[in-house]
């Protein structure tokens, strides 16, 4: 149940930092990357069109100035000579040859034709005599205006070309001269017109007919070229540009201008896909930037968040493990002084027990009772009482001992003074089991950084256990110290005794909590394991040698701090 | 010439164990003084003379380490024993230091606490030897300007204060 409550409490913590993590560190990228990408479309979007527009309107101008060139040029042919010179062929002829090698081969042939549609003269490679072009709709066109360019068409020749022509007059009479202009050198400068890999140009009049040769997917006239139209004569420019779909159904961006007064469209067609391929390419690597910085950090988020709660998880099991410690120390410290305030109490009464006792012994070795028949029955009534008076002294000296508080904090102390402290006590209880304790203490030791207190529980108990070991015998416990020679930097202590010693078998284990040889109820089993764990905390080590019937060696090592 | 009696101070605030160990000792050489506070036994000693003490060290008012001190202060050369029934290593460290000759745990055995009193006072015996020693020094310096009347008299008081002391 607990668990289950725990992982929920961190699964839901985890989502929390991952879903923070995220949209922290994904606004902004998200926020950079759409601000630069819209940044370059529109500047990209403006700057393809600008190129656009430019090169649309340079050519439009170009196409236009080709045309108002050959009319131009025609028209200086009919000024220069007279109407006569010019009905004659061999002049016509020699007047396209001037023509043709001035202006590269544009004009393929020359004709005069009169006002009534009969050509009076041809110069060309098409044997065009007698002919009449009295029905012939640019005939028609021409004789309104001075100067005139057809549309193309197929004519009577059979391919496609358009016609110039400018009207002369001479003494009441009107001619026209008409030259074919080459309608591949015209649609050469169309077809030149190549922009990105689907950009081409191509011109329609207004009928909607190709003016150019038409691109290879159309086969008659665009749909839709009105559109054109309109736009440019709603707009009352010149040129426009905008996008919009094909037959085909494909999204183009085109650009229009219009061309000899307004009588043909020429149209730029790039497929948008094309156009904008550079934008695609950069929106493109943005986009797969973007994926791959996001796995990364959506894996970045996901492990540090998992490490980061596992290690929450880690820290606060060990909270609460500290905590049980506390509260289980607390508990202990309670029991203990509880232990130890009632130990106290009850060796009060006690002793008065006792010495009640002792004082009726002592009445009763009076004369007048020394005839009772029941002195012996008195006498051991009384030492009873007295055994089991020592007996609750035994008990009650347990329980301080275990309850014993440590003061722990460490101060800088002379071993050697707690040494001599500790065999002052002690020597009281020595002297009453036969005991001598000898000192062997090197004067000049440094001063150590330990618990007095620690040091004085960890002394008092080896000088208690060699006491109890000795209690039938008799005999000699010696404690030396010196600066350590096996261990340097260190402080040793020796506590030998020459009582029974400890078994070879039960060596490994005097240090083991719980182990005692003592009869039960006599000893805890606590007081190596305590005085082990002490000498370690303070970062020194404590260890014994020993034999049966050859005493024991308890030597202790102590650090000494720099 | 009969067998002095040791002067004994016994200081516990528990009535009857004053009682019971007070009749035991009094039937074993000892002049039992017997008081329950720290106070009375530092105003005892100035009235009556004291060879040991026998102290307590939990008691109301004035505790047993004060007591100590107290008497140690103004009767130097006065040995004086623990016997409480809350020792503790600190407390007997402190005791030790401040002049205390034993420290013993209650329940006590007779035989020990004799064994210790005992001790306490041969050593008691000891140090009123050398202070007597120096005051036999200092009355031999006297005598050699000193009339034989004056030098008996001197005498007489020396003997007396040795009873009294």
Redesign the interface.
Known sequence: MIKDKYSKYYRSLSWNLILTAIAVSFTPLIMVIGVLLYQFNVSYQEKTQAHLSELVQKHAQNIDTFLTEKLANLRQTSVNNSIESLSNSEVLREKLQNLRSEYSNVFVDLGVVDDRGMQLAYAGPYELKNVTYADADWFKAALQLDMYISDVFTGLRGHPHFIVAVKKHESGRNILLRATIDFKAFNSLVQNLKIGKTGYAYILNRKGEFQTSPPLEYKASPTGYEFFWNAVAKTKNTFIITQRKDESGTENLYAVASLKDGQWLLIVKQQVKDAFSDLNRMQNIAVIIFIIGGIAILMMVYYTTRRMVRRIRRADKEKEFMNQQVIETGKMASIGELAAGIAHEINNPVAIMVEEAGWIGDLLEEEEFAQSSNLEEFNRALKQINTQGRRCKEITHKLLSFARKTDSTVKDVQLNEIITEIVGISSQMAKYNKVTIEMNLQPTLPYITISPSEMQQVLLNLINNALDAMEKTGGTIQISTKISEIEPGHIVIIIQDDGPGIPEANLARVFDPFFTTKPVGKGTGLGLSICYGIINKMGGKIDVQSASGQGARFRIWIPVQK | MKKKKINLLFVDD?E??LT??G??LE?REFHVLAVNRGEKAVETARTSPVDIALIDL?MPGMNGEQTLKALKQEHPWMEVVILT??????S??EC??GGAH?????????E?LL??LKEAYKKRVMSRNQIEGGRMDELLQSVKFKSPREILQRLKEIDEGANNS
Do not use: N, W
């Open positions: 528990e009857q164990f019971s160990m009749k035991r039937a939990k029934g809350h020792g503790s290593i600190d007997a460290v030790t230091q034993s420290y013993l745990q209650k329940p006590c055995d007779l020990q064994e210790v």
